[in-house]
């Protein structure tokens, strides 16, 4: 008896019910549908961008940092995957790779502020001292 598996997922079925799930805030299932949208395209900045804000939503960091690398591969200036990258970084106290993901951010928006912050306090654990303060003086 030959069996057939009815559930066969294609880029538009997942994206379709990824977006259903993430405006039903079921943010885990929405990133879970992105990912595998995202197996057959994964240069599509759309669906990283999708996947990537699913999966920080649902606290799935280390698949978020994954796919903010990919992100940043093709996209990059993206400020919260550029945050994502840092934070990870830093957590890990890798002090040089979060310095370096968070290098130059804007200081004009909530997430460049934001990254200003993290950046600084990479800086201060990488030299020590009051290293940081200097950047966070607006």
């Known amino acids: 008896i030959e069996q057939f598996s009815l559930y066969h997922p294609s880029i538009s079925g997942s994206y379709l019910a990824g977006r259903g799930a993430f405006e039903d805030r ?3 299932l929405a990133a879970s549908y992105f990912l595998d949208a995202l197996e057959a395209d994964w240069g599509n900045i759309a669906l ?36 994502a990258v840092g934070v990870v970084a830093l957590k890990e106290r890798r002090y ?40 966070l003086e607006p």
Do not use: C, H, Y
Request: no cysteine.
């Open 26 to 28: 079921e943010n885990d």
């Open 48 to 83: 990283l961008d999708r996947a990537f804000v699913s999966l920080v939503a649902a606290g799935r960091v280390d698949e978020a940092e994954m796919v903010a690398k990919q992100l940043l591969s093709v996209e990059p200036e993206n400020e919260l995957a550029r945050i």
């Open 96 to 135: 040089a790779s979060a310095l370096k993901a968070l290098e130059g951010m804007s200081k004009d928006s909530l997430f460049g502020i934001t990254g200003n912050v993290i950046w600084s306090w990479a800086l201060t654990e990488e030299r020590g001292g009051l290293a940081g303060v200097e950047n």
